[in-house]
């Protein structure tokens, strides 16, 4: 440094040895910024990999819960027939009667009026083969007129008898038509009167036609006896789906001590 003359002020003077320092710093900074910027552009493809990486194991984990979610609503809505299939043993049937074994826990059946009526009979018998709606389950046995009921428990049971004149058979000016039923307990060892239900017809026209309906859910013992009576056998109809009787196990009878 070197002072003016006549002034006072300072002079400074840059050497040739100051300018190339100035030069050579410069060129000492650049490296470390090209490394510095390398190295954000290394963590930005990293985190850029990461990310997709964490897009596609997302994607992975939803396609498998919904394909897990599809096959168990899947299975739930499996048809009937698949279900069986599997379980064949639940559908298996008995060959002395045809019948599934799921029958067995519940007890039914439905018997039709017979081809021929023998108005001699004090009890109605029936027809417990012939009929498309006829049917014996669950440990039902009919035989001369009696319905056997397999085992103790509430019963369903039920008659319709259709009464019909074509031919001006009527001798009466009007009749009283009467159905019953009758269960035979070994508790009572006597006849017990269970349904009835009656009608009256008048017999001035040559053709009329009346259908007497009852039921009832009545407690039975196991082998009680069912049997039906009719005031007038000889004016039953032949058709089995307007006369037809039977009876349907409802629920186990509790008794309470």
């Known amino acids: 440094m070197e002072m003016l003359k006549g002034s006072g002020r300072p002079i400074y003077a840059c ?60 299975q739930r809505a499996e048809p009937a027939d698949k279900q069986l299939l599997k379980n064949p043993e639940r559908y298996s049937f ?57 085992r103790e428990g509430k019963y369903r049971i039920y008659l319709q008898i259709t009464y019909e004149d074509d031919s001006g058979r009527c001798v009466r000016d009007e009749m009283i038509l009467r159905n019953s039923v009758y269960v035979f307990m070994d508790s009572y060892q006597k006849k017990v009167l269970l349904l009835s239900s009656y009608d009256t017809v008048k017999c001035d026209m040559n053709t009329w036609s009346k259908s007497l309906y009852t039921a009832g859910s009545i407690k039975l013992e196991a082998n009680s006896k069912l049997s039906v009576t009719s005031s007038h056998p000889e004016f039953i109809s032949k058709n089995h789906v307007s006369t037809f009787f039977g009876a349907e196990f409802q629920t186990v009878h509790v008794s309470v001590t």
Do not use: C
Request: glycine share 6%; hydrophobic share 40%; aromatic share 6%.
């Open 15 to 74: 050497t040739t040895k100051d300018m190339e320092e100035d030069y050579y710093g410069e060129e000492a900074i650049l490296p470390r910024q090209n490394a510095l910027i390398q190295l954000l552009r290394q963590r930005e493809r990293r985190l850029t990999q990461m990310t997709w990486f964490l897009a596609v194991v997302l994607v992975v984990v939803v396609s498998a819960a919904a394909l897990l979610v599809g096959l168990l609503l899947g």
């Open 94 to 150: 008995d060959s002395s009667n045809e019948h599934p074994k799921e029958m067995e826990d519940n007890p039914s059946a439905m018997l039709s009026v017979p081809v021929h009526i023998d108005p001699k009979l004090p009890y109605l018998d029936w027809d417990s083969k012939l009929g498309i709606t006829v049917h014996i389950s669950g440990g039902f046995n009919y035989s001369n007129g009696n319905l056997v009921v397999p």
